[in-house]
């Protein structure tokens, strides 16, 4: 077998003084070894996969190197990655096993090609990839191909194939619609061990599958012509054609796409076109690379752009213009902020009816709501004939610009045309049309400009995603982490709440399972508030999950901070409802008309309540589980008072109280401090907030908030009271939340390479007793001494377990329970049973030392709470040496580069000006620095700094000390960081 190298990007060393410095890149290479060099078919999935995605050429190589397997009859495959950090110096490693994790690694790589799907669809993909590979690699590797059973499991697996390709609903590949790597995996795979086994294939839709995989130019190229589709023939009822050279996966003949609607719909209105198949395109720059056209033509680039505030919209330009959001925004004339971002396949689906790398302009048919803008580069009118997208990436439509208007006419859709420039374009006509001036080199010289009226460059985003999803199979159990934290931050992230048995994944995206393990993290943290909230006064209630839209949107600035994220009942059964309900996002307009009924004099105040619920906030960036969800739970606490002054009292108590939330019970510091005017919450007066720093990301995430409200709900909703001396006063108010972010947070805080690390105040299970049995030391002889260990930790307060299954030997315990994280696991040996001890084995810090039962009623509770202080001193050790002073605009991006929080010195929270300008210029230094030119604008985790606070405790601001953005009179230091 043959390793793979893959340079993904290439190093470049740092030159320069200190008036020029060029960017920096990251270096990574990937190497594939496979085991058996006499068997080369053994990477040929693989091969075909890496021709699919593109890692071709220059790109991606094969050698010769063998790698060791660790049996005769196993075929072992891995890929090695190794990456260097100019910033730091540091290299690190990693090494993925087995071919479906290589697949899906490999997938990971070109995120965008879509081949390991998304959501629920990547479950499915990477079910099927793992069913193929464990059901067909003995038949197409092993030595004894030929026995019979090998052939019975190959045919067998293709009756499986044949069964999902003819269930009802089903589309043409085993995920769907469009081929993804399942299907090229499960094909080459399945045509291996056919010819290996001699198996006899007769499904007509297996055939029919297998056949359309292999037959496409590019995985051909791959594989050679000596794979075959196993039986050698195709489906009953006449030949199939062959398809056209450079013909995609999932792409018959051009007669294959007389059904395709876009067609269908071109013939309808008369409008003359042609449509044709070719290799799968998934972007522009492949369409270019890949499908050459005559002088005069162009192919289309076409991004679906959402803003929260002004909609949706298709833009469509040639392939060489350079689509600039903020720009765009502009152009098009879209009032106040706007914020364009990628929308997400889900979105595409809804509103054009087609998958990510499908889209194109004759789409716009399908969007039956009328709620997407079609904007037309003006270059595009100016070529000889127009390539586009008919729905599908394996084939294009060609029509006239003059026809390309007909039908847009036809279907009742009037385009916005704009000159977009092109690509390093210079200074053209279009260029100083679309542009502004160029952004400061120094904030000085910026601010200078602002006053003058020019505008700052803006900044290319690039649309890019890093990091492959991967979802644990279901039903499988995994005793290792696939992932190491400070290799893959993301998925190691994700390996950990799975396999720990946290979450599970549902399959509405954003959407996850909150299993018992997480669930009671949860509980105690409602046990630990629920009693500090009492001290103040505060009572527990419970409001309505709707809220109507009168409602709802009654007061102007706080509605138009949840607006996009709002879900609407508009049904039901199949009953339109005469006014739309939302959904709870929060809970001001559903809890303050209450408040004004209930509140009348100043003896009904103060009023102090809490409902513990959840909120549904219908998220369109990545979503991360815990931190940013769909749907998640939360407590939210709303008070009412007499004066200015008694409310930031309550104010201040919550914010303590979330701050001990983190500190006390979950060992994590944080930073309390006031959010800037920009960050504060929508419709209120002040906003407080509590945050955390991640080490393993160099990211800061938002713990919780407590705001003051002012009067201006009050006001609202009528909210007021008779004072004392008979006057009508209007109501002071807070609001504060918590939510189960608190547990994503703690996990991703202490977790390690072996799975969670849990603070024993935030365990379910405190300490677990685990006997070491075996033949001459059984369950039956240790069992009393482990009960009697049980009930003395019990009797201390202690969550403790006693692990009896016999199904289990004690290293596959040993590893369960380090994976979900319990603080203490005491082993029971025959040895320890002698001596009266316990060996107890510190999950934190692998401490291992033996401790008397007779005691230990009251040392193992006095151990947990070492390790509870040791667990916080080790996190804010870790969080302390990432906050950095900078009082110099050139030491912040650098900073940042190296994961630090950054203090600087601000001319006041009310400039949002300037916030924007730190946060634009800093991205794109950022971006320079990595030698990207954009970044994905779904994500939740951009490489741009914000302002996290304003910390209550301020370093000593000497006088005369100037602001890092404007140059201004600095009055207070404010912390920045990369946020979640």
């Given at each position: 077998?043959?390793?793979?190298?893959?340079?993904?990007?290439?190093?470049?060393?740092?030159?320069?003084?200190?008036?020029?410095?060029?960017?920096?890149?990251?270096?990574?290479?990937?190497?594939?070894?496979?085991?058996?060099?006499?068997?080369?078919?053994?990477?040929?999935?693989?091969?075909?996969?890496?021709?699919?995605?593109?890692?071709?050429?220059?790109a991606?190589?094969?050698?010769?190197?063998?790698?060791?397997?660790p049996?005769?009859?196993?075929?072992?495959?891995?890929?090695?990655?190794?990456?260097?950090?100019?910033?730091?110096?540091?290299?690190s490693?990693?090494?993925?096993?087995?071919?479906?994790?290589?697949?899906?690694?490999?997938?990971g790589?070109?995120?965008?090609?879509?081949?390991?799907?998304?959501?629920?669809s990547?479950?499915?993909?990477?079910?099927?990839?793992?069913?193929?590979?464990?059901?067909?690699?003995?038949?197409?590797?092993?030595?004894?191909?030929?026995?019979?059973?090998?052939?019975?499991?190959?045919?067998?697996?293709?009756?499986?194939?044949?069964?999902?390709?003819?269930?009802?609903?089903?589309g043409?590949?085993?995920?769907?619609?469009?081929?993804?790597?399942?299907?090229?995996?499960?094909?080459?795979?399945?045509?291996?061990?056919?010819?290996?086994t001699?198996?006899?294939?007769?499904?007509?839709?297996?055939?029919?599958?297998?056949?359309?995989?292999?037959?496409?130019?590019?995985?051909?190229?791959?594989?050679?012509?000596?794979?075959?589709?196993?039986?050698?023939?195709?489906?009953?009822?006449?030949?199939?054609?062959?398809?056209?050279a450079?013909?995609?996966?999932?792409?018959?003949?051009?007669?294959?796409?007389?059904?395709?609607?876009?067609?269908?719909?071109?013939?309808?209105?008369?409008?003359?076109?042609?449509?044709?198949?070719?290799?799968?395109?998934?972007?522009?720059?492949?369409?270019?690379?890949?499908?050459?056209?005559?002088?005069?033509?162009?192919?289309?680039?076409?991004?679906?752009?959402?803003?929260?505030?002004?909609g949706?919209?298709?833009?469509?330009?040639?392939?060489?213009?350079d689509?600039?959001?903020?720009?765009?925004?502009?152009?098009l004339?879209?009032?106040?902020?706007t914020?364009?971002?990628?929308?997400?396949?889900?979105?595409?689906?809804?509103?054009?009816?087609?998958?990510?790398?499908?889209?194109?302009?004759?789409?716009?048919?399908?969007?039956?709501?009328?709620?997407?803008?079609?904007?037309?580069?003006?270059?595009?009118?100016?070529?000889?004939?127009?390539?586009?997208?008919?729905?599908?990436?394996?084939?294009?439509?060609?029509?006239?610009?003059?026809?390309?208007?007909?039908?847009?006419?036809?279907?009742?859709?009037?385009?916005?045309?704009?000159?977009?420039?092109?690509?390093?374009?210079?200074?053209?006509?279009?260029?100083?049309k679309?542009?502004?001036?160029?952004?400061?080199?120094?904030?000085?010289?910026?601010?200078?400009?602002?006053?003058e009226?020019?505008?700052?460059?803006?900044?290319?985003?690039?649309?890019?995603?890093?990091?492959?999803?991967?979802?644990?199979?279901?039903?499988?159990?995994?005793?290792?982490?696939?992932?190491?934290?400070?290799?893959?931050?993301?998925?190691?992230?994700?390996?950990?709440?799975?396999?720990?048995?946290?979450?599970?994944?549902?399959?509405?995206?954003?959407?996850?399972?909150l299993?018992?393990?997480?669930?009671?993290m949860?509980?105690?943290?409602?046990?630990?508030?629920?009693?500090?909230?009492?001290?103040?006064?505060?009572?527990?209630?419970?409001?309505?999950?709707?809220v109507?839209?009168?409602?709802?949107?009654?007061?102007?600035?706080?509605?138009?901070?949840?607006?996009?994220?709002?879900?609407?009942?508009?049904?039901?059964?199949?009953?339109?409802?005469?006014?739309?309900?939302?959904?709870?996002?929060?809970?001001?307009?559903?809890?303050?008309?209450?408040?004004?009924?209930?509140?009348?004099?100043?003896?009904?105040?103060?009023?102090?309540?809490?409902?513990?619920?959840?909120?549904?906030?219908?998220?369109?960036?990545?979503?991360?589980?815990?931190l940013?969800?769909r749907?998640?739970?939360?407590?939210?606490?709303?008070?009412a008072?007499?004066?200015?002054?008694?409310?930031?009292?309550?104010?201040?108590?919550?914010?303590?109280?979330?701050?001990?939330?983190?500190?006390?019970?979950?060992?994590?510091?944080?930073?309390?401090?006031?959010?800037?005017?920009?960050?504060?919450?929508?419709?209120?007066?002040?906003?407080?907030?509590?945050?955390?720093?991640?080490?393993?990301?160099?990211?800061?995430?938002?713990?919780?908030?407590?705001?003051?409200?002012?009067?201006?709900?009050g006001?609202?909703?009528?909210?007021?009271?008779?004072?004392?001396?008979?006057?009508?006063?209007?109501?002071?108010?807070?609001?504060?939340?918590?939510?189960?972010?608190?547990?994503?947070?703690?996990?991703?805080?202490?977790?390690?390479?072996?799975?969670?690390?849990?603070?024993?105040?935030?365990?379910?299970?405190?300490?677990?007793?685990v006997?070491?049995?075996?033949?001459?030391?059984?369950?039956?002889e240790?069992?009393?001494?482990?009960?009697?260990?049980?009930?003395?930790?019990?009797?201390?307060?202690?969550?403790?377990?006693?692990?009896?299954?016999?199904?289990?030997?004690?290293?596959?315990?040993?590893?369960?329970?380090?994976?979900?994280?319990?603080?203490?696991?005491?082993?029971?040996?025959?040895?320890?049973?002698?001596?009266?001890?316990?060996?107890?084995?510190?999950r934190?810090?692998?401490?291992?030392?033996?401790?008397?039962?007779?005691?230990?009623?009251?040392?193992?509770?006095?151990?947990?709470?070492?390790?509870?202080?040791?667990?916080?001193?080790?996190?804010?050790?870790?969080?302390?040496?990432?906050?950095?002073?900078?009082?110099?605009?050139?030491?912040?991006?650098?900073?940042?580069?190296l994961?630090?929080?950054?203090?600087?010195?601000?001319?006041?929270?009310?400039?949002?000006?300037?916030?924007?300008?730190?946060?634009?210029?800093?991205?794109?230094?950022?971006?320079?620095?990595?030698?990207?030119?954009?970044?994905?604008?779904?994500?939740?985790?951009?490489?741009?700094?914000?302002?996290?606070?304003?910390?209550?405790?301020?370093?000593?601001?000497?006088?005369?000390?100037?602001?890092?953005?404007?140059?201004?009179?600095a009055?207070?230091?404010?912390l920045?960081?990369?946020?979640?």
């Amino acid at each position: 077998l043959h390793p793979l190298s893959l340079p993904v990007l290439a190093a470049r060393q740092q030159e320069g003084s200190d008036s020029k410095q060029e960017a920096t890149t990251m270096a990574q290479s990937v190497v594939l070894r496979g085991t058996r060099s006499s068997d080369p078919d053994a990477l040929l999935p693989l091969r075909a996969l890496a021709a699919t995605l593109g890692l071709s050429g220059d790109a991606l190589s094969f050698s010769s190197e063998p790698l060791p397997s660790p049996s005769s009859s196993v075929v072992a495959v891995e890929m090695h990655v190794r990456a260097h950090n100019p910033f730091n110096s540091k290299g690190s490693e990693r090494t993925v096993k087995g071919l479906g994790g290589v697949a899906r690694s490999m997938s990971g790589i070109v995120p965008e090609a879509g081949m390991w799907g998304e959501g629920a669809s990547a479950a499915v993909v990477e079910s099927w990839v793992e069913t193929a590979v464990t059901d067909l690699s003995g038949a197409a590797f092993g030595k004894r191909a030929k026995d019979p059973q090998f052939k019975s499991l190959v045919e067998t697996f293709a009756g499986t194939i044949e069964k999902q390709l003819s269930g009802k609903g089903s589309g043409p590949f085993l995920a769907g619609d469009s081929a993804t790597a399942a299907d090229v995996v499960a094909a080459v795979l399945l045509a291996i061990a056919a010819q290996k086994t001699g198996a006899e294939i007769k499904g007509a839709k297996c055939l029919g599958w297998c056949g359309t995989i292999l037959d496409n130019a590019v995985v051909r190229g791959a594989v050679g012509d000596g794979l075959k589709v196993p039986g050698g023939k195709k489906e009953e009822g006449g030949k199939k054609e062959e398809p056209a050279a450079g013909a995609a996966a999932g792409a018959g003949g051009d007669a294959d796409l007389s059904s395709n609607p876009i067609v269908q719909k071109l013939d309808s209105l008369g409008i003359p076109h042609r449509t044709y198949s070719h290799t799968l395109c998934v972007t522009a720059d492949e369409l270019v690379a890949n499908v050459p056209l005559e002088e005069g033509e162009t192919h289309t680039k076409n991004v679906l752009f959402k803003d929260k505030k002004h909609g949706m919209f298709l833009v469509t330009t040639k392939t060489d213009a350079d689509v600039n959001t903020k720009e765009l925004g502009k152009a098009l004339g879209l009032k106040g902020k706007t914020n364009l971002r990628l929308a997400t396949e889900e979105l595409l689906l809804e509103a054009l009816g087609c998958k990510k790398g499908c889209v194109g302009p004759l789409a716009i048919v399908n969007n039956e709501k009328k709620d997407v803008t079609l904007v037309i580069d003006e270059g595009l009118y100016a070529a000889k004939k127009i390539h586009s997208h008919p729905m599908r990436n394996d084939a294009s439509t060609v029509l006239e610009p003059s026809d390309l208007k007909k039908y847009f006419e036809a279907i009742g859709v009037e385009p916005k045309v704009l000159p977009f420039p092109t690509k390093g374009g210079g200074g053209g006509d279009d260029k100083e049309k679309w542009a502004g001036k160029a952004p400061a080199s120094r904030p000085a010289e910026a601010h200078q400009k602002k006053k003058e009226g020019g505008k700052k460059e803006p900044k290319q985003k690039q649309e890019k995603s890093k990091q492959d999803k991967k979802t644990a199979k279901k039903g499988e159990t995994l005793l290792a982490l696939q992932w190491k934290k400070d290799e893959n931050f993301a998925q190691w992230y994700s390996d950990v709440i799975v396999l720990s048995e946290m979450i599970s994944y549902y399959d509405i995206s954003g959407c996850y399972i909150l299993r018992p393990w997480s669930y009671k993290m949860w509980e105690l943290v409602q046990e630990w508030f629920n009693v500090k909230i009492r001290e103040l006064d505060v009572e527990n209630s419970y409001f309505p999950l709707f809220v109507s839209q009168d409602r709802l949107e009654r007061e102007k600035d706080h509605v138009e901070g949840f607006a996009p994220e709002v879900a609407w009942v508009t049904k039901s059964g199949e009953t339109e409802l005469n006014q739309q309900i939302a959904i709870r996002p929060t809970s001001e307009t559903i809890m303050y008309p209450a408040f004004s009924d209930w509140i009348k004099s100043h003896r009904d105040l103060p009023l102090k309540l809490n409902q513990w619920s959840n909120v549904v906030r219908w998220e369109f960036k990545y979503p991360t589980p815990f931190l940013r969800s769909r749907e998640f739970l939360w407590q939210e606490g709303h008070t009412a008072h007499a004066t200015y002054e008694d409310a930031q009292v309550m104010v201040r108590q919550a914010l303590d109280l979330y701050r001990d939330v983190y500190q006390e019970l979950m060992a994590v510091p944080v930073v309390p401090g006031y959010k800037t005017e920009k960050e504060k919450f929508a419709g209120g007066h002040q906003t407080t907030t509590v945050e955390a720093y991640i080490a393993g990301s160099g990211r800061a995430i938002q713990g919780a908030t407590s705001h003051n409200l002012g009067q201006n709900f009050g006001k609202m909703f009528d909210i007021t009271f008779q004072d004392e001396d008979g006057k009508t006063q209007t109501a002071w108010q807070t609001s504060w939340g918590l939510t189960t972010r608190t547990i994503g947070v703690m996990v991703m805080v202490h977790g390690d390479d072996r799975g969670l690390v849990l603070p024993p105040r935030m365990a379910p299970v405190q300490v677990v007793i685990v006997p070491i049995v075996s033949k001459k030391f059984t369950i039956e002889e240790c069992g009393p001494y482990c009960e009697k260990i049980l009930a003395s930790l019990k009797s201390s307060g202690v969550r403790a377990k006693f692990d009896d299954r016999s199904m289990y030997n004690p290293g596959w315990k040993y590893n369960h329970w380090e994976q979900k994280g319990v603080p203490i696991r005491i082993e029971v040996g025959p040895r320890d049973m002698e001596k009266g001890n316990g060996r107890v084995v510190v999950r934190h810090s692998g401490e291992k030392v033996d401790f008397a039962v007779a005691d230990m009623g009251t040392t193992i509770p006095e151990k947990l709470e070492s390790i509870q202080k040791d667990m916080f001193a080790k996190a804010k050790a870790a969080r302390d040496s990432h906050v950095v002073q900078v009082t110099e605009w050139k030491d912040f991006v650098p900073n940042l580069e190296l994961n630090n929080l950054v203090l600087t010195p601000w001319c006041g929270g009310e400039h949002q000006d300037w916030e924007d300008w730190v946060k634009d210029k800093s991205r794109e230094e950022s971006l320079a620095a990595r030698g990207e030119e954009e970044e994905d604008t779904r994500t939740a985790t951009s490489v741009a700094a914000k302002t996290l606070c304003i910390p209550f405790d301020q370093p000593e601001l000497p006088a005369g000390t100037k602001c890092i953005a404007s140059g201004l009179d600095a009055t207070c230091w404010v912390l920045w960081g990369r946020s979640y």
